[in-house]
């Protein structure tokens, strides 16, 4: 069974500081991963999805993140938070061929001046 | 391009009344349809799935039931409501080919139960 963990339920940050949020997945074949973002009140947008090839994913936003086998990480980064980007991120994982996937619980960002 | 419906977008039901959220895809065909509930606080709970029309998967036992009468629409269903209800409740829709799982949200329904 897959099954994902953000760690961190909730990440203050200044604004023009760099990001990372965390995300570790359980998954025994080669894994589909994804991260979304949810503004309050909204549904969840895709920001990014790693299904082979490169480790390194570029989305939208500004927003990368880096697929690492070794250490079963999916962990998103921004060099530069801006205030806008307060709101809840979701990793998920997912695989070729299941119509399901798998959300963490969230990270919920804060961004202050 | 695709697009994805919900409504209403806010919901005020009387504990025991009957619930019927809707949802609807369009621009594609034959896609998978999820229901998921986020209650405060809390991740995405997978409610139901569908892969075609009148096929139904259930992955929570609830008072709950999801039917899809057409290819591009998913309905959520309630016959009594009970106050754990209450939640934000979102559909999401894949391409259904297996070669891209990624799914895709609507805006989601609010639905607060009294």
């Known amino acids: 069974a897959q099954s994902v963990t953000q760690p961190d339920i909730h990440i203050t940050v200044s604004e023009g500081a760099s990001l990372e949020l965390r995300c570790n997945y359980s998954y025994g074949a080669t894994p589909y991963l994804f991260w979304y973002v949810q503004s309050p009140g909204q549904g969840l947008q895709l920001l990014l999805k790693y299904f082979s090839g490169d480790t390194l994913v570029q989305g939208i936003k500004g927003f990368e993140a880096e697929f690492k086998r070794s250490q079963s990480s999916f962990n998103l980064r921004k060099p530069s938070v801006h205030w806008s980007d307060a709101a809840e991120y979701f990793c998920a994982v997912g695989a070729r061929g299941y119509q399901k996937v798998t959300f963490g619980t969230g990270t919920k960002l804060q961004v202050i001046p | 391009s695709q697009t994805i419906h919900q409504w209403p977008a806010t919901l005020v039901q009387p504990v025991g009344s009957p619930l019927s959220l809707e949802c609807t895809v369009e621009?594609?065909?034959?896609?998978?349809l999820y229901w998921y509930r986020q209650a405060a606080g809390r991740g995405l709970q997978l409610l139901f799935y569908s892969v075609g029309i009148g096929q139904i998967s259930s992955e929570v036992p609830q008072n709950l039931s999801a039917s899809r009468p057409q290819d591009r629409q998913f309905i959520l269903s309630s016959k009594k409501l009970l106050l754990s209800d209450s939640g934000f409740y979102l559909c999401?829709?894949?391409?259904?080919?297996?070669?891209?799982?990624?799914?895709?949200f609507g805006p989601g329904t609010r639905l607060l139960v009294l």
């Open positions: 999401a829709w894949s391409s259904g080919t297996g070669t891209s799982e990624t799914q895709y």
């Open positions: 621009g594609t065909s034959n896609p998978n």
